[in-house]
């Protein structure tokens, strides 16, 4: 049976802050084993361990990687969990980080206990982190940032699709595989820490930067010929935070 893993990094945090020495990586070792092994109902085993590997003809996947990868994870204490004991994987439905214990043994992380992860494969490194101040539990990746500034995130999202393949004989419609299809969400926060969803076209950017207008403006009229992509809008928010009003 699958259950949240609740508690997570308070073991961690407790360890670390315990009196006044020091506490080796071998004792926080032992002890976050041991408190896994005593929460009953934490932790999946066996057959109900989730397959990364899709079923033939299935288009895409709904994990980030089809099998374990290297990570670390910062809880919201501000504890970072780095062992190369565990590995990690992403569910891109459900938003989950799922962690390996050993061959057998696996734990969903709670994301209320997590301030972020990294997920490092073939030298690439991803980092996921939730926004401060936010009431949501997803986990954003940073496109451009600045501290008390404007940034620039994207949110990865998939949703699944069946099969919907049609015929009557002569005309045909639809898929004859499922598919998982993946989706970048973009979104700009602003200094006051408001998150706003935003589409690549200028006119939507204007909108959303109606308050910075001016400079918008004098931004675009420099940048007439370009698309307006990821690229453009994350010089578009250096541009701002460079030029405060």
């Known amino acids: 049976m699958k259950t949240k893993f609740t508690g997570l990094f308070i073991v961690s945090f407790l360890i670390a802050n315990a009196g006044h020495t ?3 990586a071998a004792s926080v070792e032992t002890s976050f084993q041991n ?3 005593s929460s009953s109902g934490s932790v999946n085993t066996g057959s109900v ?4 590997l899709i079923k033939q003809d299935t288009k895409g996947n709904r994990y980030l990687y089809e099998s374990w990868v290297d990570g670390s ?5 501000g504890v970072v969990y780095n062992s190369q004991k565990y590995r990690y994987n ?3 439905i459900n938003k989950k980080l799922f962690m390996l214990l050993d061959t057998s043994t696996i734990v969903e992380l ?3 206990d997590i301030a972020g992860f990294n997920l490092k494969t073939d030298g ?3 980092v996921f982190e939730r926004l401060k101040n936010s009431t949501d539990l997803n986990f954003y990746q940073a496109v451009y940032k600045k501290d008390n500034g404007y940034c620039l995130y994207k949110l990865l999202t998939t949703k699944f699709k069946k099969a919907d393949y049609q015929t009557n004989g002569i005309i045909e419609s639809g898929n004859k595989y ?6 970048q969400l973009y979104f700009i926060l602003s200094p006051k820490q408001e998150l706003i969803k935003i589409s690549f076209k200028k006119k939507n950017i204007e909108k959303v930067l109606e308050s910075e207008s001016s400079k918008v403006n004098a931004f675009f009229s420099q940048h007439k010929n370009e698309p307006v992509d990821e690229n453009l809008v994350k010089e578009l928010l250096r541009y701002l935070n460079n030029n405060p009003s």
């Open 22 to 24: 020091q506490v080796s």
């Open 35 to 37: 408190y896994i092994r």
């Open 49 to 52: 361990l989730p397959s990364f």
């Open 73 to 77: 994870v910062t809880g919201v204490n």
């Open 90 to 92: 992403y569910d891109k």
């Open 110 to 112: 709670s994301s209320e």
């Open 124 to 126: 690439q490194v991803l």
């Open 178 to 183: 499922d598919e998982y299809i993946d989706e």
